[in-house]
């Protein structure tokens, strides 16, 4: 997988708890993104960086939070889970934004999370 | 409407079969075309792209853009049982600079 890393792989919550979950590189690629992914849906993005401190919206942002304090480093908070967000997430990266470079985007295992 | 569509599947062949899976999609502004394959359970792995229309092949892929009925193929000669993933396209969008997935097709080879 690209020398990242999501942590935990699975977790179970409860409905309005907080969870975080992590995803770390060891390409020392600028981009990282989080992802979910849901039948009938595909992936869609929740947030992504491109760069230390550096985060924009994805499609699916409403109840995400994101943190990226260290290049290696970005963090995805759901600050109250609901039902809704059970889900894979995945997390991404790739060299650049957009182009051939930008689009060739490496995952992690993805986190399988569950809020009862 | 999505923007991107992907007839889920499952679709199943024999070993050796010619394998063709589709998306259609609906934004002009689409421009590169990636497809990923995705194994149970792991991430999604790049297999290959184009850029805008026409065709490009990787040894028994082959990947194919017609963006003036807007629809994206890949086609897989010699399928083999380690072909067995989901595979999504996604297009990337030049006006946003994002990539839209579809939701998936998986493909089982049976041997």
């Known amino acids: 997988d690209a020398g990242i890393t999501q942590s935990p792989r699975h977790k179970v919550t409860e409905t309005g708890t907080p969870v975080t979950l992590r995803c770390h590189q060891t390409?020392?690629?600028?981009?990282m993104y989080w992802y979910r992914q849901d039948p009938g849906h595909g992936l869609r993005l929740i947030h992504y960086?491109?760069?230390?401190?550096?985060?924009d919206k994805g499609e699916v942002s409403d109840g995400y939070s994101v943190s990226r304090s260290k290049t290696e480093d970005f963090l995805l908070t759901l600050e109250s889970a609901t039902s809704s967000q059970t889900s894979v997430y995945f997390c991404?990266?790739?060299?650049?934004?957009?182009?051939?470079?930008?689009?060739?985007?490496?995952f992690g295992p993805g986190t399988r999370l569950t809020v009862t | 409407q999505k923007e991107v569509e992907q007839d889920p599947g499952p679709l199943s062949v024999p070993e050796g079969a010619i394998v063709s899976l589709n998306c259609t999609y609906s934004?002009?502004?689409?421009?590169?075309f990636m497809w990923y394959r995705q194994y149970s359970r792991k991430g999604p792995e790049l297999l290959m792209y184009?850029?805008?229309?026409g065709n490009k092949e990787d040894g028994r892929f082959t990947a194919q853009v017609d963006k003036s009925s807007k629809y994206i193929s890949l086609f897989i000669r010699d399928s083999q049982p380690s072909d067995s993933a989901t595979y999504l396209c996604?297009?990337?969008?030049?006006?946003?600079?994002?990539?839209?997935f579809g939701q998936g097709t998986t493909l089982q080879v049976k041997p």
């Open positions: 960086s491109y760069g230390v401190k550096d985060t």
């Open positions: 934004n002009s502004a689409f421009q590169y």
């Open positions: 390409e020392n690629h600028r981009y």
């Open positions: 991404a990266i790739s060299e650049s934004g957009t182009g051939a470079f930008g689009y060739e985007q490496y």
């Open positions: 996604a297009p990337s969008d030049s006006n946003t600079g994002k990539l839209i």
């Open positions: 184009t850029y805008s229309s």
